[in-house]
């Protein structure tokens, strides 16, 4: 198949990608932008395209595609849009805390439960906080590995209960 022809076929059954684009967005400029999309990858790849296969079948399959590999990509980022008058893009992935003095009152009464731990969870449980493995806890300790999977385990269990989050 010719490229003129290939173009031409393409501008043929390219109108009825608009709404599907409007029903995956649910945005007007955002399904310009994707039907834009749609198109471009369609001419850079129509080598791809397999003649007497159904051109529309064909072109919603990359628009689906292209869809959901955008989605992926923004939810991955966790940046949302506010739409306010300023218009600020907010990431959720940042943790702000609102006074200092909250915060360094959190570690203080998290370092106390720690501290107030039983020595035969607290030692096992700050190897770990440290970042050893298990298995170096336990070669460490000479204990076997699964006593010390249960100290730390019980060891966060307890911090759970002294700890109480604001």
């Known amino acids: 198949m010719s490229t003129l022809d290939f173009n031409q076929m393409l501008v043929n059954n390219a109108d009825f990608l608009k709404p599907f684009a409007v029903t995956l967005t649910r945005d007007q400029e955002a399904a310009k932008d994707l039907y834009q999309e749609t198109l471009f990858r369609a001419l850079a790849n129509k080598d791809k395209y397999n003649v ?47 006074n200092e003095a909250i915060a360094g009152i959190n570690m203080k009464e998290v370092k106390q439960a720690i501290h107030n731990l039983p020595e035969i969870f607290r030692n096992p449980f700050l190897l770990y906080f440290d970042g050893y493995k298990y298995h170096e806890i336990a070669e460490m300790l000479e204990e076997p590995l699964g006593t010390i999977k249960s100290r730390i385990h019980f060891a966060r269990k307890l911090l759970k209960a002294h700890v109480q989050r604001f």
Do not use: H
């Open 52 to 98: 007497g296969t159904n051109i529309k079948a064909w072109l919603y399959t990359i628009m689906r595609n292209i869809f959901i590999n955008n989605y992926r990509r923004k939810s991955k980022q966790a940046t949302i849009f506010d739409n306010t008058p300023n218009e600020y893009l907010l990431d959720f992935n940042q943790g702000a805390v609102a």
